[in-house]
């Protein structure tokens, strides 16, 4: 199976930048074959799509409240994920998912169809 480990989180001033990094073990399939996502979630409501890549259809998804100030991207040999946020809102806050699919239909921000899961990391914006 798929081990997924988030790593760059933290608390961070309004404004701000924050850069998440996701590794991924154990995979023996072509890394650019994944559909790659992060999700962000915060007590008592339900887990958000915020980025998702897929390298293979040339897909990049985006949140509309993410548009213009998150990047999704990925480095293929490190098998690495990356979210780069940048001028973060106090509602950006949350624990963020790294997520994986194999091959999927689509490649987006549903939780449906990621088999493969993170453990989450904290996102904190203060302001």
């Known amino acids: 199976q798929v081990q997924l480990v988030e790593s760059g989180g933290g608390s961070v001033q309004a404004g701000g930048p924050l850069r998440l990094s996701c590794a991924a073990f154990?995979?023996?399939?072509?890394?650019?074959?994944?559909?790659m996502a992060w999700f962000r979630q915060v007590p008592g409501k339900e887990r958000e799509g915020v980025a998702a890549f897929f390298a293979f259809a040339g897909m990049t998804f985006y949140a509309d409240s993410v548009k213009d100030r998150f990047t999704i991207s990925q480095d293929n040999a490190k098998k690495t994920l990356y979210l780069q946020m940048n001028s973060l809102k106090a509602e950006d806050s949350g624990m963020y998912y790294c997520?994986?699919?194999?091959?999927?239909?689509?490649?987006?921000?549903?939780?449906?169809?990621?088999?493969?899961w993170g453990q989450g990391i904290q996102v904190t914006v203060s302001s």
């Open positions: 997520a994986a699919a194999w091959m999927p239909r689509s490649c987006g921000g549903s939780p449906v169809g990621y088999r493969y």
């Open positions: 154990g995979e023996r399939l072509p890394y650019s074959r994944f559909c």
